[in-house]
């Protein structure tokens, strides 16, 4: 856990104004470690952060992928999930931030909110990876996905990949 902690801190190190020590040791005892293994539905809380570690994790809204979530991105989970779902597509490692404790620090460490704005701001830029790629054209998509993507085309349907990049099967096919 202490070297995952280490690469989420160092991911977030230029949002805060100094080193904030005393914030980061309160944020690591508020930590948890989750591990899950491939095909398990991650045990998801509203409000909570997590941070992929290690895996892979597909985010599903209804019957679709609609984010590929890989080793060193954040998954923030709605207040109001409605039929949002999380599934490891392969063996996961992750630390979580259950919203109450986040609730807890902010009211006794009032500076830990730049590392929450550090979290948000990087979340908000991983997220952006679909929208990207649905403003492409079909074949660009294809492309894209591969370059992006690559390394779990042989752990996902050819169904959700098609559906996450917005084409029909059978034309993924044929381009695959």
């Given at each position: 856990m202490k070297?995952?902690?280490?690469?989420?801190?160092s991911?977030?190190?230029?949002?805060?104004?100094?080193?904030?020590e005393?914030?980061w040791?309160v944020?690591?005892k508020?930590?948890?470690?989750?591990c899950?293994q491939?095909?398990?539905?991650?045990p998801?809380?509203?409000?909570d952060i997590?941070?992929?570690?290690e895996?892979?994790?597909?985010?599903?809204?209804?019957?679709?992928v609609?984010?590929?979530?890989?080793?060193?991105?954040?998954?923030?989970?709605?207040?109001?999930?409605?039929?949002?779902r999380?599934?490891?597509?392969?063996?996961?490692?992750?630390l979580?931030l259950?919203?109450?404790?986040?609730?807890d620090?902010v009211v006794?460490?009032?500076?830990?909110?730049y590392?929450?704005?550090?979290?948000?701001?990087?979340?908000?830029?991983?997220?952006?990876?679909?929208?990207?790629?649905?403003?492409?054209?079909?074949v660009?998509?294809?492309e894209?996905?591969?370059?992006?993507h690559?390394?779990?085309?042989?752990y996902?349907?050819?169904?959700d990949?098609?559906?996450?990049?917005?084409?029909?099967?059978?034309y993924l096919?044929?381009?695959?």
């Amino acid at each position: 856990m202490k070297i995952d902690f280490l690469k989420l801190r160092s991911m977030l190190a230029g949002y805060s104004p100094d080193k904030m020590e005393e914030e980061w040791e309160v944020l690591k005892k508020h930590l948890s470690l989750i591990c899950c293994q491939a095909n398990d539905r991650l045990p998801v809380s509203p409000g909570d952060i997590y941070f992929l570690a290690e895996g892979v994790i597909l985010k599903y809204k209804d019957e679709k992928v609609c984010r590929i979530i890989k080793s060193q991105q954040l998954v923030f989970v709605p207040l109001h999930p409605h039929n949002k779902r999380f599934y490891a597509l392969k063996d996961c490692r992750l630390l979580v931030l259950g919203r109450s404790s986040l609730y807890d620090i902010v009211v006794a460490y009032p500076r830990v909110l730049y590392i929450y704005d550090g979290l948000l701001d990087l979340w908000h830029e991983q997220s952006q990876d679909r929208t990207d790629l649905l403003e492409m054209t079909k074949v660009l998509r294809v492309e894209y996905f591969k370059s992006m993507h690559g390394d779990v085309i042989n752990y996902m349907s050819r169904r959700d990949i098609a559906r996450y990049i917005g084409l029909s099967e059978e034309y993924l096919r044929r381009l695959f």
